[in-house]
């Protein structure tokens, strides 16, 4: 069974300055992969989402990732991030043959003005 | 498109109510979800529906059941609420088609007194 973990349990950065998250997965073949972002009493809203293709994917709200299956790794990246960025992001892996995501516990992150 | 639905938004329980939870989605998705939210915990599969008329156990079951009316309502009953149950419980919606990403709704916040 595949598995997720979002090493950073709260990451705190200035407003302006850039942002990468961690996410590690377990799983032998070529997962699934997802980022979505939970602002405070909200759902969950996928940012974006990779599954073939070019290894650097584009989201909404100017985020992005990049795949790297050498070192089992999805990173979430912005290049400056703004106050409205504070929220919690969950990284999210599913399997060939698995439509049902395993997701990660979490990453805070806290924006200072 | 309103996408997925979710009543009520808030719930106040006493130990031995009932009550259940509705879900509706608008985007012709056959999977369908229920998950729980827990500081700490992630998110957790309760119950999931493939497509219309097929139900089966997530990763917490227990305590709860659940109705696939129809193809766009999933409903989560719970029978003899628990403290253990105060949570917030998400419904979502799985794309039919790789790579099967799900789309949430806005939550309903539980609390068991």
């Known amino acids: 069974a595949q598995s997720v973990t979002q090493p950073d349990i709260h990451i705190t950065v200035s407003e302006g300055a850039s942002l990468e998250l961690r996410c590690n997965y377990s799983?032998?073949?070529?997962?699934?992969l997802f980022w979505y972002v939970q602002s405070p009493g909200q759902g969950l809203q996928l940012l974006l989402k990779y599954f073939s293709g070019d290894t650097l994917v584009q989201g909404i709200k100017g985020f992005e990732a990049e795949f790297k299956r050498s070192q089992s790794s999805f990173n979430l990246r912005k290049p400056s991030v703004h106050w409205s960025d504070a929220a919690e992001y969950f990284c999210a892996v599913g399997a060939g043959g698995s439509y049902i995501p395993t997701f990660g516990r979490g990453t805070s992150l806290i924006v200072h003005p | 498109n309103a996408g997925v639905t979710q009543t009520p938004k808030f719930q106040v329980l006493k130990t031995g109510q009932s009550m259940t939870l509705q879900c509706a989605q608008d985007m012709n998705h056959n999977s369908m979800y229920w998950y729980r939210q827990d500081p700490g915990m992630g998110l957790r599969l309760i119950y999931y529906?493939?497509?219309?008329?097929?139900?089966d156990k997530g990763e917490v079951p227990n305590g709860y059941n659940v109705s696939r009316l129809n193809k766009r309502e999933f409903s989560l009953r719970l029978e003899s609420a628990a403290p253990s149950q105060t949570s917030v419980y998400f419904c979502?919606?799985?794309?039919?088609?790789?790579?099967?990403?799900?789309?949430f709704g806005p939550g309903t916040r539980l609390t068991v007194t």
């Open positions: 799983y032998g073949a070529t997962p699934y």
């Open positions: 529906s493939a497509s219309e008329g097929t139900t």
């Open positions: 979502a919606s799985g794309n039919d088609l790789p790579p099967y990403e799900q789309y």
